[in-house]
């Protein structure tokens, strides 16, 4: 019997059109718009991250997205005591835990989780105990994907961010991807993947049998100003379907 790969999912951050709403002020071009327009061309979930100094995506337009959309949202924060109480308001369907510098233009790594699972078990325990799935955004490797295992995630988003942008390191950097993925699927947490991502890179993750989602923002906002945002996604997510589909049956 012919063993066809379960489809991948697509998460579409919005960040970045929050970012060109901010540069002159107002109310356009708007996140809740541009969320509903990813869901309408194919995104099966809208990701928002909200910075410690609201920088792009603001409180209100979190509440605005999680009222607008059916699809489920991907709340991408910082391990705080402000961040986990917005959280518990906005109730998204996951919130994934990312590391926070005020001086970084992108997030530039993972989360640092080995040495700190007591203080992240205890900081996070709010969320799971009210139904959000904690997802923990971490570099490819077994210490990293143990620790997340024992502060409970239920998903780790592994870093593609070295793999992207140093081309040089790409297949070195794709092994620990395939590697970790494998790794923390036998362990039972869902894996994802993300940051950098693009036309040019993304088959060869997508390929990753045990990849469940890709969350994919900057390259999607910058490459809708010359084809559309529908068009945009829908490229990208025929490249990922291609790339699994080849992957699984040997291609």
């Known amino acids: 019997m012919l063993d066809i790969p379960k ?23 708007s996140p809740v718009a541009a969320a509903l327009l990813a869901i309408r061309a194919g995104a099966d979930g809208i990701t928002a991250h909200l910075r410690e100094d609201r920088r792009h995506i603001r409180d209100d337009d979190i509440t605005a997205i999680r009222e607008a959309i059916m699809a ?28 926070e510098r ?12 080995v040495g700190n699972e007591d203080r992240l078990t205890d900081l996070l325990m709010p969320l ?9 955004f971490i570099e490819a490797n077994e ?3 143990d620790s997340a295992k024992q502060i409970g995630a239920d998903i780790v988003e592994l870093h593609t961010g070295n793999y992207c942008n140093d081309l040089s390191k790409g297949r070195a950097e794709l092994e620990r991807i395939r590697h970790a993925a494998a790794y923390g699927a036998n362990l039972g947490i869902e894996i ?5 991502l693009g036309f040019d890179t993304v088959g060869p993750i997508a390929a990753i ?4 989602e890709l969350n994919i923002g900057h390259f999607l906002i910058g490459e809708s100003l010359f084809c559309g945002l529908e068009a945009a996604i829908t490229e990208m997510r025929q490249k990922m379907q291609s790339s699994r589909y080849h992957n699984k049956l040997g291609y």
């Open 7 to 29: 489809p991948l999912r697509l998460g579409v951050n919005v960040d970045h059109v929050a970012t060109l709403r901010n540069a002159r002020g107002g109310v356009h071009p």
């Open 72 to 99: 489920p949202l991907n709340f991408e924060m910082a391990a705080t005591d402000e961040m986990i109480a917005i959280a518990l308001d906005t109730k998204p369907n996951a919130a994934c835990i990312v590391p």
């Open 102 to 113: 005020r001086e970084e233009v992108t997030t530039e790594g993972g989360l640092a989780v």
């Open 128 to 136: 799971k105990e009210a139904g959000i799935r904690l997802s923990l």
């Open 143 to 145: 210490a990293d994907i």
């Open 192 to 196: 994802h993947a993300g940051h950098g």
């Open 209 to 212: 049998p045990e990849i469940e």
